[in-house]
């Protein structure tokens, strides 16, 4: 997996700059206008591991070039790829000087490597288990480019005399052998790109054509065509009297001839066609949302051909969305999301696009707005997984420094994908929930709906933020002769200071829900937002006693849970009332009580979103869903 890249002049990026692509995630998006940078990158890793023309930075002398470089920063298992006794030493020494990498960072690109690093250890790795390291060629004399690190690599291989700096150009193209980059440009010739003998379908393609090949072709086939071949040259030769024919390099031909031969003349003249009923349309002739389309359906189609591969696949496209209706959008997202899915290693899929109408549909990744800042291209990342929430809270804490365009046309995107979305013979449904805490508990009791419903559930950031997209959908979930198949459900607690909502009843398929507390049947129900129940209720306190008393029990859930020890306080101060069915009233909570776990225990760093995470552990057979989850599962089927 590369988590980020080390570049330097090319094309917009002129400075040495960090380019970030993964905290873990597969699937990475970089948004922005034209010119911001985005193909940029497509364009440096598909030089880097393909090789290609340079396109240098206006900016830059020309003599620049000496120093310019591609240097990703990779996350490797170590029983992933192949390696000599040699090269592990290599990948080890290099790879344990990152890991252990503690210098206080002096400039960003440090910081930002040391950042990844932490990211990476997050995910569970460590020297043990992955090799971990930045390491590049610079593009005229490809020499091994480490920014920043490598003259403190070498000292470190002075130190062993059995291996030399300089090796590590081994290493590299070991490391570029591995895998397979595809690069979709936007203008890619549709039919060049599906021809079978295209450079782009044979990085694609499985060695076990070329076998079944040189299988059919016997080694004495070779000789005895080899043999005839000669003799009809050695008799024109006889006729020339001052020429001669003879072989540049060789003068044989070897199986690999033929299976190049065989390959090209028979796959050459077979043409991607679009089947459509009984109809048959040669991709040329397709429209070019179709062209692209067919392409990304391509790489589906082969990526998936074999479930375990001994490369790994990183699959860049630009703007996939392009010359496409909205509607068919979401479809595209939806497969390029499953193609990480498809096989082993996992393949990492980069796209780029202006439309931030994808974001709700993909369920995880990293997204990455681009925009230019004073002497180097800025990146603002988000968690696809909780964007809005992320979106919102980041925008808030840069006071406007944020850009507002993420913050705008990510949401007004949403809001015409979902509205689109509905409209589907298969529609989609949604759920808009406060946090991203509330969406584990949703996706895990609801997750029979997210597969066969197509159901999303979006966190926004808190109450203001749901209310907001409730009044945005109104309008347009108003008009009843749209027909819309699709739901939308908000869903919020209930706060002490209970905010007005007025609700459209003309919306048939929009409805919103907050989760409060029935104290006449002791009980958490989910209401209409306007109902008069008004007793201050977090989804916390709606959970079941079952799965609680579960987690308690399980120490090794919430060791990284901060401060777990003031829940096991309150909960031996507290008479616990067996049998109920939310958590209010197990723990009897007064309001002081209440009010010292929300302080000192729930709000409290991560630990919503932590506790959530051991708490569905705890029940990962859904035996104790809670009971106001079969209200919110009867809305979405309708």
């Given at each position: 997996m590369l988590l980020g890249i080390g570049l330097k002049n090319y094309k917009v990026y002129k400075n040495i700059q960090f380019i970030p692509i993964s905290s873990g995630a597969s699937f990475t998006a970089y948004l922005g206008p034209n010119g911001i940078g985005k193909t940029s990158i497509f364009e440096a890793l598909d030089r880097f591991f393909n090789g290609g023309d340079w396109i240098t930075n206006n900016e830059s002398k020309k003599d620049s070039d000496d120093s310019a470089f591609v240097s990703p920063l990779f996350l490797i298992p170590i029983n992933e790829i192949s390696l000599t006794k040699k090269e592990k030493k290599l990948a080890g020494l290099l790879s344990a000087f990152f890991w252990d990498f503690s210098v206080a960072p002096y400039n960003?690109?440090?910081?930002?490597?040391?950042?990844?690093?932490?990211?990476?250890?997050?995910?569970?790795?460590?020297?043990?288990?992955?090799?971990?390291?930045?390491?590049?060629?610079?593009?005229?004399?490809?020499?091994?480019?480490?920014?920043?690190?490598?003259?403190d690599i070498k000292k470190i291989f002075e130190e062993h005399i059995d291996v030399n700096f300089e090796e590590l150009a081994d290493l590299l193209k070991k490391i570029k052998s591995h895998y397979r980059y595809i690069y979709l440009p936007a203008e890619a010739d549709s039919l060049t790109f599906s021809k079978m003998e295209s450079v782009y379908i044979r990085k694609l393609l499985d060695e076990d054509i070329k076998k079944k090949i040189q299988d059919s072709i016997s080694k004495n086939s070779i000789d005895d065509i080899n043999k005839k071949l000669k003799e009809f040259i050695d008799q024109i030769n006889e006729t020339l009297d001052q020429y001669v024919y003879k072989g540049k390099r060789k003068d044989q031909l070897t199986v690999n001839d033929l299976i190049e031969r065989i390959f090209s003349a028979y796959f050459g003249i077979k043409v991607l066609h679009k089947k459509n009923g009984g109809k048959e349309t040669t991709i040329k002739d397709l429209s070019s949302g179709e062209k692209r389309q067919a392409l990304i359906d391509l790489s589906y189609a082969l990526i998936s051909r074999s479930e375990l591969k001994d490369y790994r696949v990183i699959l860049?496209?630009?703007?996939?969305?392009?010359?496409?209706?909205?509607?068919?959008?979401?479809?595209?997202f939806e497969k390029i999301a499953r193609i990480p899915t498809l096989c082993k290693p996992v393949p990492q899929v980069l796209i780029n696009t202006h439309w931030y109408g994808f974001i709700p549909v993909i369920r995880s990744g990293t997204a990455?707005?681009?925009?230019?800042?004073?002497?180097?291209?800025?990146?603002?990342?988000?968690?696809?997984?909780?964007?809005?929430?992320?979106?919102?809270?980041?925008?808030?804490?840069?006071?406007?420094?944020?850009?507002?365009?993420?913050?705008?046309?990510?949401?007004?995107?949403?809001?015409?994908?979902?509205?689109?979305?509905?409209?589907?013979?298969?529609?989609?449904?949604?759920?808009?929930?406060?946090?991203?805490?509330?969406?584990?508990?949703?996706?895990?009791?609801?997750?029979?709906?997210?597969?066969?419903?197509?159901?999303?559930?979006?966190?926004?950031?808190?109450?203001?933020?749901?209310?907001?997209?409730?009044?945005?959908?109104?309008?347009?979930?108003?008009?009843?002769?749209?027909?819309?198949?699709?739901?939308?459900?908000?869903?919020?607690?209930?706060?002490?200071?209970?905010?007005?909502?007025?609700?459209?009843?003309?919306?048939?398929?929009?409805f919103f829900k907050r989760l409060v507390r029935d104290e006449s049947k002791l009980e958490v129900v989910a209401l209409d937002v306007d109902s008069q129940?008004?007793?201050?209720?977090?989804?916390?306190?709606?959970?079941?006693?079952?799965?609680?008393?579960?987690?308690?029990?399980?120490?090794?859930?919430?060791?990284?849970?901060?401060?777990?020890?003031?829940?096991?306080?309150?909960?031996?101060?507290?008479?616990?009332?067996?049998?109920?069915?939310?958590?209010?009233?197990?723990?009897?909570?007064g309001p002081k009580q209440k009010k010292r776990l929300m302080n000192e225990f729930f709000d409290i760093d991560n630990n919503k979103i932590s506790f959530a995470k051991a708490y569905i552990a705890c029940d990962p057979d859904r035996s104790f869903e809670p009971k106001w989850i079969e209200t919110i599962r009867q809305i979405i089927k309708g």
């Open positions: 960003s690109f440090v910081k930002s490597i040391i950042e990844s690093i932490a990211a990476a250890a997050t995910l569970g790795c460590n020297k043990d288990t992955h090799y971990l390291f930045v390491l590049g060629n610079t593009y005229k004399t490809n020499e091994i480019e480490i920014p920043f690190f490598g003259n860049a496209i630009d703007e996939p969305d392009a010359s496409m209706h909205v509607a068919a959008c979401h479809d595209q990455h707005s681009l925009s230019r800042g004073e002497n180097s291209i800025e990146f603002f990342s988000f968690n696809l997984e909780n964007f809005r929430e992320h979106i919102n809270q980041n925008f808030t804490k840069s006071h406007g420094k944020y850009p507002k365009e993420v913050e705008l046309k990510s949401y007004q995107d949403m809001i015409q994908s979902v509205v689109v979305s509905m409209l589907r013979d298969k529609p989609y449904n949604w759920i808009f929930c406060e946090g991203l805490s509330d969406k584990i508990y949703l996706s895990h009791y609801l997750s029979d709906l997210i597969e066969n419903r197509s159901l999303r559930i979006v966190p926004l950031g808190g109450f203001k933020q749901v209310r907001r997209v409730y009044e945005y959908l109104s309008a347009p979930l108003s008009d009843k002769e749209a027909g819309f198949r699709g739901k939308a459900l908000c869903i919020v607690d209930t706060d002490a200071q209970k905010e007005h909502v007025e609700l459209r009843k003309d919306a048939k398929n929009l129940h008004s007793f201050p209720t977090e989804i916390e306190f709606a959970l079941r006693e079952e799965v609680f008393k579960t987690l308690l029990e399980s120490p090794g859930l919430y060791k990284g849970i901060e401060k777990f020890s003031v829940l096991q306080e309150i909960v031996k101060e507290t008479s616990v009332t067996e049998g109920s069915n939310n958590l209010y009233d197990y723990l009897n909570l």
